[in-house]
C-alpha cells in the first residue's frame, strides 16, 4: 500500500531520498535565468523558486575566479573570460537542487 501524500511548506512527503532523509520540493526548485551571459567583474542576479524558501546558494564551478552570496544568489564574476561558471541552490527544508549556468565572455571591442 503506498503512502499518503501530504505537503508541507513547500515539500511533498511521497517518497525520502536516503541521501538526505528530506522530502521533495513541491514545486521543484528552479533557477531563473537559467543560462546568463556576462562581461568580467560583473553582477548577476539569480531568482530561486520552489520548495520552502529556505535557500543556500554553492558554487558548483567557479572558473571566472566570481565571487557568490549564498544567501542572496547575487553573484560577482571573476576576470577570467571565455569560462562557465555554475551556481546551485539547495533548500535545507527539502531534497533537490537546481543550477544555473554563467557564461563569462570578455568585453566587446569596437574599432573605428
Known sequence: MARPVFSVRGCV???????TGLALS???LSLTPPLVYANTYKLVSV???GG???????MVDNQ???????LTGSYLTGGEA???????V???GCSGEAT???QVVAEMVTAP
Open 82 to 88: 571565455g569560462v562557465t561558471d555554475v551556481l546551485r
Open 64 to 70: 571566472s575566479n566570481g565571487t557568490l552570496n549564498e
Open 13 to 19: 512527503d511521497s517518497a525520502r531520498p536516503e541521501d
Open 52 to 58: 520552502t524558501g529556505a535557500y543556500v546558494f554553492e
Open 100 to 102: 544555473a549556468t554563467v
Open 26 to 28: 513541491d514545486p521543484p
Open 90 to 92: 539547495v533548500d535545507l
Open 47 to 49: 531568482q530561486a523558486t
